[in-house]
Structure formats: structure tokens, C-alpha cells
């Protein structure tokens, strides 16, 4: 059996956020001076400036476990020339705060990849080591997934 090998430490995390455009443009900026646009939608006053917050999520949800996925099948020296996600989420309807209900996700490998490592990569991404994923779960999410391998 396959372990991804991290070392637990405790992160530590700083973001400013600043007000830039309209009522709802805000910029976010990491403490290495990363920075994300983020905005509401038209429909609530928004502007379209950068993403949504909760679209932001689902695009964490992808790059947590597509850096789990990519670690796993490099450490099995699975020759991965091409990666790509597919990410979609339906949200509770009538509820506030509306949360993520239904998440879909398909990965498309490519290269000289062993199908059943590539599932069991994904499988251990989303069940053991993505915080994104569990942190969507805990909220309630049910997260499936579709694993598809293509030649380079």
C-alpha cells in the first residue's frame, strides 16, 4: 500500500483583504504577497471583479488534491504528462448560509499511467489527505469523483 508522507505542522495563515472595486471587489493578499480578486454576483451588486468566495473553495478543492494526486503517482513513477479537473457543485437551495450539497469532479490524466494507481491516488487524496476535501465534507458535501486516463 501506497502513504503519502506529510509533515504535520501547524500553519499558520495571514490574509489581508481590501475593498478595491465597487461595494464587493475585494483583493485578498497571502503573506507572500499572493493575491486573489474576489467579487459577488451582478444579481446582489456585485461586478464581477474576480470570483465568487464560494467558487474560490471548489477551486481549493482542486488544486489541494490535484497536488496530493500528482505527489502520489510521481512517488509510484507514474509518467504523468497532463493533468486537468473538472469541477462542479450544486448548493442547498433556501438555506442561508447555502452550502456546498453535491460536488463532482473529474480527473483527466495524461500519459503512461496505470488506471487502478491513478483511482487509488484520487481515492486517497479525497478520503485521507486533502483538508479542503474533509473540511467540504464535515460542512456536509457529498464529493464523488470519476477517474479518467488518457494516452500523452
Not at 482542486?62 to 450544486?90: E, F, P, W
Request: proline share 3%.
Amino acid at each position: 500500500m501506497f502513504y503519502l508522507r506529510r509533515v504535520v505542522t501547524i500553519e499558520m495563515a495571514k490574509i489581508e483583504l481590501s475593498r478595491v472595486s465597487g461595494d464587493f471587489g475585494f483583493e485578498a493578499t497571502d503573506e507572500n504577497n499572493h493575491t486573489v480578486q474576489m467579487d459577488s454576483s451582478p444579481e446582489s451588486g456585485g461586478r464581477n471583479f474576480g470570483v465568487r468566495p464560494m467558487q474560490m473553495l471548489l477551486m481549493g478543492l482542486g488544486g489541494c488534491s490535484a497536488i496530493d494526486v500528482l505527489t502520489i503517482l510521481k512517488k509510484q513513477r507514474q509518467d504523468v504528462k497532463d493533468y486537468k479537473m473538472i469541477i462542479n457543485g450544486d448548493r442547498e437551495k433556501g438555506k442561508e448560509p447555502s452550502l456546498w450539497q453535491d460536488v463532482n469532479i473529474e480527473f483527466h490524466l495524461y500519459g503512461d499511467i496505470d488506471k487502478d494507481k491513478a483511482a487509488k491516488a484520487v481515492e486517497l487524496s479525497l478520503d485521507k489527505y486533502c483538508s479542503v476535501s474533509a473540511t467540504l465534507k464535515e460542512a456536509g458535501a457529498k464529493i464523488a469523483w470519476k477517474v479518467f486516463v488518457h494516452p500523452a
